[in-house]
């Protein structure tokens, strides 16, 4: 009786539901403190009638498996998770066969309740379910993406040759027109066609490149570039437009007319500079009154290569802080709000930056700032002007 007294002790102590079972009869011999005072004292009644108000023994009952052929303990302990439809409740019991102080072979059951488990366990079950069919949609939505940007590669392969075809004749008549008779100034002038044209065609063979900047796709093959030299050209591209006429354009280089032989280098493309530079110039142009000029500065300072764009004009003031967003644009009659925003682009695919100042009433200045490698800048000579 006292072996039996401690166990039970022992057993009462136990925070969770405990309850034995003589495997002979089903009777229950013993409930901890826990089931009592949940369910009262079982002891005397059969299990499955107490515990599940069942009539029949449990279809889940482990009594079998715990005793050998001679229904003494075999040593064996299930773990399992049942639910209980008598309080709606989910427990796990740990059941195991043994000798009970009396002589008696008995199974204990030990049911923690594990309810509120099951519930986080269904909540995150959901949640997953729902990020399966997330990823699953996103990763149609990826395919329906690839699929768009093959068909616009495709679109845009069929649009270059379209556009390639006619462009070859500007490109390939100017050489021979020398042969007409045309004085030097027509020469001149043949000879500035051609390089037109070439530019053109090599920005028709790079359309692609603004998608690629978008996405970051865009891998930047850098070369040693003259930014003097490309804003010179893109300067003078913009300037032969007839409707430019009166607003010439002045390319300076530290404070003064930029000449033949003037280097500010940096690492780049040569045609990505060029795109990035005739997109603010032509900006300035359009939007500078008739008769007005446009300065382009070129200058090194501290570890970076400056071109300020400055014109007369203002920016509005409700798209300034938007100016180089894609699509801003205003008072353009055909305005796409896509120069400022491609050179953006191509301003950060060079690792610079670049920045609007419409702070001087009347006037605009847009500055883009790259990054000058030693190497350049021991090659132009002389210490950095501060």
């Not at 079998?64 to 439809?85: A, C, M, Q, S, W």
């Not at 270059?160 to 004085?183: C, E, F, M, S, V």
Request: some cysteine.
């Amino acid at each position: 009786m006292l072996e039996s007294s401690l166990l039970e002790t022992h057993f009462d102590v136990i925070p969770f539901g405990i309850y034995v079972v003589d495997v002979a009869t089903l009777n229950l011999i013993f409930v901890n403190r826990h089931f009592r005072d949940r369910l009262g004292d079982l002891a005397g009644r059969r299990c499955h009638e107490a515990i599940y108000e069942s009539p029949q023994p449990c279809l889940f009952c482990k009594i079998r498996n715990l005793v050998d052929r001679d229904g003494l303990p075999n040593g064996k302990t299930y773990i399992f998770e049942h639910f209980n439809d008598k309080d709606d409740r989910w427990y796990q019991l740990q059941e195991k066969s043994m000798s009970w102080p009396d002589g008696r072979v008995v199974k204990y059951s030990i049911a923690v309740d594990i309810t509120e488990l099951k519930e986080v366990q269904n909540r995150l079950a959901e949640a997953h379910a729902e990020l399966a069919l997330k990823n699953r949609e996103l990763s149609r939505q990826n395919e329906l993406l690839q699929e768009n940007v093959r068909l616009r590669e495709h679109v845009d392969r069929i649009a270059r040759h379209d556009l390639k075809t006619p462009l070859n004749a500007l490109i390939g008549i100017p050489p021979l027109l020398p042969d007409y008779g045309l004085n030097a100034e027509g020469v001149k002038l043949a000879h500035m066609m051609e390089e037109a044209g070439i530019t053109m065609l090599n920005m028709i063979n790079r359309t692609f490149d603004l998608y690629r900047l978008e996405t970051g796709t865009y891998h930047l093959r850098p070369v040693e570039v003259n930014l003097v030299a490309v804003a010179r050209k893109a300067a003078q591209d913009v300037a032969a437009d007839v409707f430019f006429a009166d607003r010439p354009v002045r390319v300076l280089f530290q404070g003064r007319p930029a000449a033949d032989g003037d280097v500010l280098a940096v690492q780049g493309e040569e045609l990505l500079c060029y795109s990035m530079l005739s997109n603010l110039v032509k900006n300035a142009v359009e939007a500078s009154p008739p008769g007005q000029e446009i300065t382009v500065s070129l200058d090194r300072v501290g570890d970076e290569a400056v071109v300020s764009i400055h014109n007369a004009g203002e920016v509005p003031e409700d798209i300034r802080g938007r100016f180089f967003q894609k699509y801003v644009t205003s008072g353009k009659r055909d305005g796409t709000g896509l120069g400022a925003y491609s050179a953006m682009l191509a301003v950060t695919a060079h690792g610079g930056r670049a920045s609007l100042d419409a702070s001087r009433p009347g006037f605009t200045t847009v500055t883009v700032c790259f990054p000058v490698p030693a190497t350049a800048a021991a090659s132009e000579g002389g210490e950095p002007p501060q």
